[in-house]
Every structure is written in structure tokens, then in C-alpha cells.
């Protein structure tokens, strides 16, 4: 078998990190935090020319088709690039639900006949509740949020009908909301029963997807560190020539170097179906935040007092990795299903049919 | 309408090149590839002309060897129609102009629109010789194109010193793009996709009945002299004393 991404897939990589790399610099990043929405219609529309947000539906919508693995050195770059976008709520975890809703007919095809082709076309972003996270990402910018309603129905309502409240967030590229709304008969899509399997999957790509930029993130405060420890000279020589320095970087190199064939397995898992695939994504969202974590750890070391001043572009990187590894999940968590998996196998006992998601973080 | 664009394998801008150990070229090992930005300026623009006109077909051809066709993929991911790969070993810029003219004698293209320069050697030579060899009008360093009377002729904005140049001729005719033409798109997925499936045309240059010699012998390639380090003045009269006296800049 062969591991080894295609060329299409690489070259797919190199066109995102191409795009981000002139679009998504870290002025713009700043550009967009003192902004109202903190969001960018050109860089998402940008996205969508290359056929990313339209990446995992399919043609009928407007999509292209394809699988989680065509997609994964994608997200490592939107991380890379600390891109502000909701490409995981989007694209990984709503319009996929939506999709696979919309396979019974009914309310919920109409819905994603309507939105699904917007979504792909770059013209719409999504944003999803989830008992996993407190708060709903980017309720302000999405057009068409999927919401839940107390008894567990999935809802589908537009931005107008909902009135958001803003919550604070240590990352100033995140957008997090609470919504009061009036479920009703018009926009439900899925009763409680049939709601959660589909949240069940939505969080596994969601976290999936975080799993991925967190590679990107904490290559980025790698690459950071690096770079710093090159030009910054202490007893006339660069710091980074100094064992203390540059074996702490080399550890949290290895981290990113062993999550990243976990979060790969993760993507192939889900593109295949696996039956262990949530598994797998568990141990790529564990293994990729703790590599994340120990590389923003470890760069602001490198950094030393100057990586606390806002003028830095380190701290961007660093708030985006804590703040992901509280999403979808975290490692704690992560690490709780597998032992969970782990010890009912050695039990020989049946696991667990579903996640239990109330407290996740 | 038929345009020919060119597309050369050249070191990406952002990697470090290193003189190789016996000075004669770079070291080529673990250097990223791409298409001469120039180049994809050029493409580029055929594709802004095709999807004007609807009918125009784009043919992108590289000369070099086989792993020029990573480059040809990205022009026909771009939205290029076809490609052609022309094998060669190493060839400078006078036969590379040979071997253009040749497949423009096959392809019989309206319009050839390459990058004014490669990034690796800075020649600057390959657009004039083509036009010369072929006899058609050329305009080089362009930075704003026209197409009129259907597509028989062009109207050209060059960018020379201290101003602009505009420039009207008939077609078929050659065109060096600047770095202000336009701003290339990226290749996106659908068009990856699509690009496994146009077809590249292979041709050795031996096949071509020309003479592929070199026409000039590179003796040495050195590296760019190491900067000096910079200093720290005590006060702005001893910084301006230095500007007029040392660096000569004030």
C-alpha cells in the first residue's frame, strides 16, 4: 500500500499555502481582529475558487466529491497560516451533516438544495451547535446556523431569526456565541434520535479538522522559534547554537512529526468508513493538541520576553492552539475514549454505541 | 484563436541557493521546483485572453528534462489546453529560441507570450531571438495587453525608464510579460483535477533537426560577496557622517 500523497494532492497543498501566504498574513490577521466581524469575505471566496469549502460535497451540490484526505494538507496549511475562517464548522462538521440529512428527503432537502451550492460557491458559511462546545463558532458571519433545541432536535435557522451574544474568547481571531432562538416546526431537521448520530460523525470530522490545523499551528510556533533562536545572539553567539535552546525545539519537532501520520490515519479512516474511525480521530486530536500545546510552550520559551508583547506575531499561534485544544473535545477527553475503548476490549466487553459528549471539555 | 505560452523549471524564489562545490552551477539537491513567475505571468494572461474570447486555445511548452512536466502540470492546472515537453539537456537560451521556433512552425500559434526573463539566469534573450527567427513583431516587458481587430492585432503598455511605452502591431507576434501584467491565480482543485487528463505532448529536441550546441560556456558561478556587519553610531552626526563619508548615499 502506499502512503505517499498524490500530486495532485500536493500540488492542491502548495495552491492553499500559496493563497494563505499572500492573503493571510499577519498584518491582515491583525487587520481582521480589530475588525467588527474579524472575518473576510474575499479570503473566504478566495478559498472558495480553489475549491475548498466545496471540497467534501457532492457534485449535485456543487462539490467536488472527494474525501477527508484530499482535504487534510489543506487544513494543515489553514493552520499554518492561523487562517480566522470557520473552515472546520463549515466545511467539516455542518454542511456534510446537512448533506447526509438531506439523502431522506423532505425538509432537510430543500435545505441543503438551498445552501449546500451557496456553501461551495463560497457565498455561505455555516456555523453548528454541539453539546461538545459551549459556545457556537461564527454564529455572527454564518447564514444558516444548525441549531439544538432542548428536547435534542437539530434545527436549521437562518442568522436573522436568532439573536446572538458575544462571549469572550483568549483568542482574538475567535468569534464565539450564545443564541437565543424559537425552534419550531418549519425548521427542524432531524429529531432528537436521529440528530445525534449525526452530531456523533459531525464531531468526528470537526475534531478531525481541528486535529489538522493544530499540526499547521504548531509547525508555525516551531518554524517561529527557529527563526528567532537563528538571529538572537547571547554570549556572541545565536541562541539557537545553545543545547538548552535548540534541543527543547527538537522535542516539540518530534511531537508534530509523530502526531502528523495519526492525523493522516485519521483522515483515511474517515474517508474509508472505518469502524475504529472515531478512534483514530480521538488519537489524532490528542496526540496533534499536545504537539500544538508543547510547541507554543516551548516557542514562547525561545522567545523569551519579548514573545509576551502583542507586537509579536507569536502569540496569534499560541492562543489559536489553546483555544483549539478546548474545541471539539479536548486531548484529556480524547484520550479518555480511547482508554475507554482500550479497557472494554481487554474486558471483552462491548463499547460504548455512542459518545458521551455532555462534558467533554 | 491559438496562444503558446512558455513555462521553464526554475528554483523557487524562496529557497536558499548554494554554489555547487566545483563553482560551474548550483547545488541542485533538495531545491523546490517551480514555473519561472515571469512564465506564469504569461500563462496567465493567455487565459485571461481565452476566456474573453471563448474560443482560444492555450498550448504551454517547456524545454528541459522530464521533470519539466511537474511545471506543465501547474500551467494545465492553471487552465492551459495542452502541453508540450520538449527533452533537452541543459540548453542555453540560443537553442532553447530554436527549438521554440520550430514548435511554433508545427503549432502555428497567433500569439506566443512568454515570461521576459527566467529567474535562474536573468537572460533575458529567449523572446527577442523567437521573434527574430520567426520575423514577427515583438514587444517586450509588458505590463498591459489589447487585443483588437478580432484578434489581429495588439496594443502593448511597456514600462521603460521614466515612463511608458505604448506599442501597436499586427499578429502573430512575441510578448515578454512583466512583472505588472497581472496577478497570477492559483491552481485550484477542479482544476488540478482536470489537468491529469489534458494531454502533454513529449518531443526530443534531437528529433527537431537543429543545432542544439551551446552557444556559450558558463567558466564560473560564484556567490554574491558576504555583507559586511553593520555598526552602532553614538549619535545622528556621527550617522550622517558616515552616510556622506562611507556610504556615499547623502
Not at chain 1, 300 to 307: N, R
Not at chain 2, 139 to 160: D, H, K, M, Q
Amino acid at each position: 500500500m502506499d502512503f505517499h500523497f498524490n500530486e495532485e494532492q500536493l500540488m492542491f497543498r502548495d495552491s492553499v499555502r500559496a493563497l494563505l501566504e499572500r492573503d493571510c498574513t499577519a498584518d491582515v490577521l491583525r487587520e481582521l481582529w480589530a475588525g467588527e466581524s474579524g472575518r473576510s469575505d474575499g479570503l473566504w471566496s478566495g478559498l472558495a475558487e480553489l475549491g475548498l469549502t466545496g471540497l467534501l460535497l457532492a457534485e449535485e451540490h456543487g462539490g467536488l466529491g472527494m474525501a477527508e484526505v484530499d482535504l487534510v494538507l489543506a487544513l494543515e496549511e489553514s493552520g499554518r497560516a492561523c487562517l480566522p475562517e470557520p473552515l472546520v464548522e463549515t466545511v467539516l462538521a455542518a454542511a456534510p451533516l446537512l448533506e447526509t440529512l438531506a439523502a431522506g428527503g423532505g425538509t432537510p432537502a430543500s435545505v441543503a438544495d438551498k445552501w449546500l451550492p451557496l456553501v461551495a460557491a463560497g457565498e455561505a458559511r455555516l456555523a453548528i451547535e454541539h453539546p461538545a462546545n459551549p459556545c457556537v463558532a461564527d454564529a455572527h458571519v454564518a447564514e444558516l446556523l444548525l441549531l439544538l433545541a432542548d428536547d435534542g432536535s437539530l434545527h436549521a435557522v437562518a442568522r436573522a431569526q436568532v439573536e446572538l451574544t458575544r462571549q469572550p474568547c483568549n483568542d482574538a481571531a475567535r468569534r464565539l456565541f450564545t443564541v437565543d432562538w424559537k425552534p419550531g416546526d418549519d425548521s427542524l431537521l432531524a429529531k432528537a434520535a436521529g440528530a445525534t448520530r449525526l452530531l456523533d460523525a459531525a464531531f468526528d470530522r470537526a475534531a478531525f479538522g481541528c486535529a489538522a490545523q493544530q499540526l499547521g499551528i504548531g509547525q508555525k510556533l516551531i518554524d517561529l522559534a527557529v527563526d528567532y533562536a537563528g538571529q538572537r545572539e547571547q554570549f556572541g553567539r545565536a541562541i539557537g547554537s545553545f543545547q538548552a535552546v535548540k534541543h527543547h525545539l527538537a522535542t516539540a519537532q518530534v511531537a508534530v512529526e509523530f502526531a502528523r501520520p495519526v492525523v493522516y490515519r485519521a483522515a483515511c479512516s474517515l474517508a474509508t468508513g472505518h469502524t475504529d474511525a472515531g478512534l483514530h480521530v480521538s488519537q489524532a486530536k490528542a496526540m496533534a493538541d499536545e504537539a500544538a500545546l508543547l510547541a507554543a510552550r516551548t516557542s514562547l520559551q525561545v522567545h523569551g520576553g519579548i514573545g509576551y508583547t502583542w507586537e509579536v506575531d507569536l502569540h496569534a499561534w499560541m492562543k489559536r492552539a489553546w483555544a483549539l485544544e478546548m474545541t471539539w473535545g479536548g486531548s484529556a477527553w480524547h484520550r479518555g475514549r480511547l482508554a475507554d475503548a482500550v479497557l472494554a476490549d481487554i474486558d471483552n466487553k462491548p463499547r460504548e454505541g455512542q459518545l458521551q459528549l455532555q462534558g467533554v471539555n | 484563436m491559438k496562444i503558446l505560452v512558455t513555462a521553464k523549471r526554475v528554483p523557487d524564489p524562496e529557497t536558499t541557493i548554494k554554489v555547487n562545490a566545483d563553482g560551474t552551477g548550483i547545488e541542485e539537491a533538495g531545491i523546490k521546483w517551480v514555473v519561472n513567475p515571469f512564465d506564469e505571468i504569461a500563462i496567465e494572461e493567455a487565459l485571461r485572453i481565452k476566456e474573453a474570447q471563448g474560443e482560444a486555445e492555450v498550448v504551454i511548452v517547456s524545454v528541459g528534462s522530464a521533470d519539466c512536466q511537474e511545471q506543465l502540470r501547474t500551467g494545465l492546472a492553471m487552465g492551459a489546453d495542452r502541453a508540450i515537453l520538449v527533452s533537452a539537456d541543459n540548453p542555453d537560451p540560443t537553442a532553447v529560441s530554436r527549438i521554440l521556433e520550430k514548435i511554433v512552425e508545427q503549432e502555428s500559434p497567433d500569439l506566443v507570450i512568454m515570461g521576459k526573463q527566467a529567474i535562474d539566469d536573468d537572460s533575458n534573450e529567449v523572446g527577442q531571438m523567437l521573434a527574430q527567427r520567426l520575423g514577427w513583431p515583438q514587444a517586450t516587458f509588458i505590463s498591459e495587453l489589447e487585443l483588437a481587430g478580432g484578434g489581429g492585432s495588439a496594443t502593448c503598455v511597456r514600462e521603460i525608464d521614466g515612463g511608458l511605452e505604448t506599442l501597436s502591431f499586427p499578429l502573430p507576434a512575441v510578448i515578454t510579460a512583466d512583472l505588472r501584467l497581472n496577478e497570477p491565480r492559483y491552481a485550484s482543485l477542479p482544476g488540478i483535477m482536470k489537468a491529469r487528463k489534458k494531454p502533454m505532448e513529449e518531443i526530443d529536441a534531437s528529433s527537431l533537426g537543429i543545432e542544439l550546441g551551446r552557444s556559450v560556456t558558463i567558466v564560473s558561478v560564484q556567490p554574491p560577496p558576504e555583507r559586511a556587519a553593520g555598526r552602532v553610531v553614538e549619535s545622528v552626526d556621527e550617522l550622517i557622517a558616515a552616510l556622506q563619508g562611507e556610504a556615499k548615499v547623502l
